[in-house]
């Protein structure tokens, strides 16, 4: 992409600080992202991505520095807050409950009530309503040709639980997707499945961001490669122009970062 | 701007894309794996069904009853004296229904129950107040009975056992302390505050002889219900017995819905206190003394996990009734009533087992 159609960033942050008693998790970091675009974030046991993630998600509220979507900064104090702009996250631990099915999953925190007096007056819910977008959003991804919504989640494989994690972040108009190690519990094969589901998310147009020690997996999928070192964005890279073994000792200090690179820049 | 995006990526890339795609889909959609055993297969369906299994044994109770009683167990009058026993239980195992499937427990439901018809008793007649009046004391005391529950869980984050356990004994002893240990008889009752037995009153479906209580069992089990399956509360209950941290994930406030379940079990208990004195016609300070163990026994074979998240409302009820007929038909065959219990003990285990079981699901 040339210069002069670069995208703004829809997500930053600039100088973000968090300490936690003497430790300082996040030192001066800094982040972008941009439309479209995944990007990874790797970074060593320690380095302070859960941190970074914590803040942009408004799981903590950072010391000092500030966050900046589409040009306006913005402040969280709960992931709430964060949610309402868009920012969605699957968790690691995915934060499905198994007991429910599918659908109350996908819809679990904000159910659609019905419309007339049963939803306003007794609270009904939409059940129909929610079976719908939740079937449409499945198979959009290309996750579901499943035979029963109402399936509970317990008894999907693990990368299909994923993949109902997946679906109910990009369900909600959701601006921001961010994973946590999508495919650490997951076996060869599902794993494969997922990355394909993380690329059809992409192709909706939604920026990811994917947090991964997997280093195959971010340079098959990112489109740029966030380093964080020491609670602070060390530079960003193009996995097209560096090797694997360039990022694990970006990463781990044993080699400097590429003087070149502007760490904001788009390549 | 996804049109950008799409002209970035080059033909070859979309080839591979779309053929891996295809695998992608074919692997995550094999869903109900098809080389799952029956066994699994049941095990599934119990999961997504717990109460077809209290259904079935509640069905073959009655057969064996039937079969070893013959012709006494299947009158009018006995279905009448069953149902009317197990009426009071059943209410209770409501409220223990909602706080089980929070995965707590509330050992402190009888002696709510049984403070809320002393304070109706004791306000009513004692006192002189209009019985209107005291049943709504009653109502308010059994919801702030549930709110201290609520809150030793939820600020203190006591566990519900123990939380629970201290509560029952304190409402035990104030409502002895309150009673003044003393019994207000039916009578007097009847003569000043009759609406205070009103649940005693009789209704005849044909020959079988129910009361207005039995009624309001069946009204409340079918509220409670609808708020547990067609309302976002009742997800949010089950949620947050499942998986407590993936509900607060998910935006649930669970600490307001936990206070939410035990305000609402709270007077759920009141409410069986007014019932129980329409049962036994007098306001007893010793009466249900084992309440709180059978509310939990009811729940617990009517197929709901004490673990949480898992089970439902009319399982408890269809639990009691297995339970009610288990006595019965034991007591009408002249069964001595220590095996009567043993009977109940074994039930008890065979449900956990069963719920044992069906948790160890894995796709």
């Known amino acids: 992409m040339s210069d002069k159609d670069k995208p703004q960033p829809l997500l930053q942050a600039r100088d973000l600080v968090k300490r936690f008693g003497r430790v300082t998790a996040l030192d001066h970091a800094d982040f972008d992202l941009y439309p479209g675009e995944i990007l990874a974030m790797i970074g060593d046991n320690g380095a302070g991505k859960s941190t970074l993630i914590k803040a942009l998600t408004g799981a903590i509220t950072p010391d000092s520095g500030e966050i900046i979507m589409d040009g306006h900064k913005i402040s969280f104090r709960s992931p709430k807050d964060s949610r309402a702009h868009g920012i969605e996250t699957v968790y690691q631990t995915l934060a499905l409950s198994p ?3 599918i659908a109350d ?7 659609i009530r019905r419309a007339d007096f049963f939803g306003r007056v007794l609270r009904k819910l939409n059940r129909a309503e929610m079976e719908r977008i939740a079937r449409k959003e499945l198979n959009h991804l290309g996750i579901m040709t499943v035979q029963n919504i109402k399936q509970t989640v317990e008894t999907l494989s693990g ?10 972040t990009v369900a909600f108009g959701s601006r921001v997707v961010i994973m946590d190690e999508p495919t650490a519990a997951l076996g060869v094969r599902e794993s494969r499945a997922v990355l394909q589901v ?10 990811i961001i994917l947090v991964s020690h997997n280093m195959p997996q971010v340079f098959e999928v990112a489109d740029r490669i966030h380093i964080h070192r020491l609670g602070r964005r060390l530079t960003v890279i193009d996995p097209k122009a560096f090797s694997m073994a360039d990022a694990v000792a970006m990463m781990t200090g044993a080699l400097p970062p590429p003087e070149s690179a502007d760490p904001s820049s788009r390549s | 701007m996804v049109a950008n995006l799409q002209s970035q990526l080059n033909p070859e890339d979309e080839g591979a894309v779309q053929r891996s795609e295809q695998d992608a889909i074919a692997l995550l959609a094999q869903g109900d794996g098809s080389g799952k055993s029956a066994i699994i297969r049941v095990r599934n369906f119990m999961a997504m069904y717990p109460t077809i299994v209290s259904v079935v044994i509640l069905l073959l109770s009655v057969v064996a009853c039937g079969l070893i009683t013959g012709s006494r167990f299947f009158t009018p009058f006995n279905f009448s004296l069953i149902v009317q026993q197990v009426t009071v239980i059943s209410v209770l195992g409501a409220a223990q229904t909602l706080v089980i499937l929070t995965a707590g427990i509330d050992l402190s439901v009888g002696a709510i129950m049984v403070l809320c018809s002393v304070v109706m008793g004791v306000t009513a007649v004692d006192n002189g107040i209009p019985q209107g009046v005291a049943i709504v004391l009653a109502l308010v005391a059994g919801a702030i009975c549930g709110l201290i529950n609520g809150f030793l869980v939820t600020s203190l984050k006591l566990p519900p056992f123990i939380a629970t356990l201290g509560s029952w004994n304190v409402f035990f002893g104030l409502n002895l302390w309150y009673s003044g240990s ?12 009759p609406a205070l037995q009103f649940f005693g009153q009789a209704v005849y479906v044909g020959p079988v002889h129910l009361t207005v209580g039995t009624f309001l069992m069946f009204a409340l ?8 399956n067609e309302t976002a509360w009742g997800r949010h209950v089950h949620a947050i017995g499942d998986d407590p941290e993936a509900a607060r994930l998910a935006g649930i406030g669970v600490e307001g819905m936990l206070l939410s379940v035990y305000f609402v079990a709270g007077v759920i208990c009141a409410l069986g206190g007014w019932v129980l004195i329409g049962r036994i016609g007098s306001v007893t300070p010793q009466e249900g003394l084992t309440s709180n163990l059978d509310s939990i026994t009811a729940v617990v074979v009517g197929g709901t996990s004490l673990f949480g998240g898992r089970g439902s409302l009319l399982g408890t009820l269809v639990g009691a009734l297995i339970v009610g007929v288990y006595r019965n038909g034991l007591a009408l065959a002249g069964v001595d009533p220590l095996w009567q219990t043993v009977a109940v003990g074994l039930l008890i285990i065979l449900a ?9 699901i894995t796709a």
């Open chain 2, 352 to 360: 956990v087992t069963i719920d044992q079981w069906i948790r160890k």
């Open chain 1, 99 to 101: 007991a429910l099915s």
């Open chain 2, 182 to 193: 003393m019994t207000i008889m039916s009578q007097d009752i009847s003569k000043v505050a």
């Open chain 2, 221 to 228: 089990f079918g509220a409670l219900w609808y708020a547990l």
């Open chain 1, 198 to 207: 993380i690329l059809k998310v992409k192709a909706r147009g939604l920026p």
């Open chain 1, 159 to 168: 990368g299909q639980r994923q993949g109902v994690a997946i679906a109910r």
């Open chain 1, 105 to 111: 999953n996908m819809f679990l925190g904000r159910e």
